[in-house]
């Protein structure tokens, strides 16, 4: 299990509106490092003003020091409900991040994720979305 200490905010990006309703979708990436050593990776997805569209995680796992080799990192996917505050395990090599920065990853889909793995991403999830000021947009409140 890891842990994470620390939150490094990247891009903000504002993306085509969704097909289903027109609302403008968003894209944020980042990092989270711990003593300067990047311990994952992070995009997330999401629709404004739509919770029932829920958010989508993309995550690269592993060290990414210059000694790292891209082999050893892991990608996975999450869907995230809104509403329910619930994850699922989606298919990560389908998503867009996967022609990119993920491309040299080792890619596990929900069938093949390891428990160690699966509970490393889930509290990932959990701590980006209580640490990115800019995902308070999706937190639920009380």
């Known amino acids: 299990m890891i842990s994470f200490p620390k939150v ?56 990414a020091g210059p000694n790292d080799s891209p082999g050893n990192r892991s990608a996975v996917s999450l869907s995230y409900s809104i509403a329910a505050e619930s994850l699922m395990f989606i298919e990560p090599s389908s998503r867009a991040f996967a022609s990119g920065r993920a491309k040299y990853c080792k890619f596990h889909s929900p069938h093949s994720i390891s428990p160690d793995l699966a509970a490393d991403a889930t509290g990932l999830v959990n701590f980006v979305l209580s640490n990115d000021s800019r995902l308070v947009g999706l937190r639920r409140e009380g």
């Open 8 to 63: 490094l905010e990247d891009s903000f990006i504002d993306q085509p509106g969704c097909e289903c309703c027109g609302h403008r979708n968003f894209c944020v990436s980042g990092w989270v490092e711990d003593n300067s050593s990047d311990i994952a990776q992070y995009y997330v997805y999401w629709t404004e003003g739509r919770p029932d569209h829920g958010a989508c995680f993309d995550l690269i796992i592993g060290k």
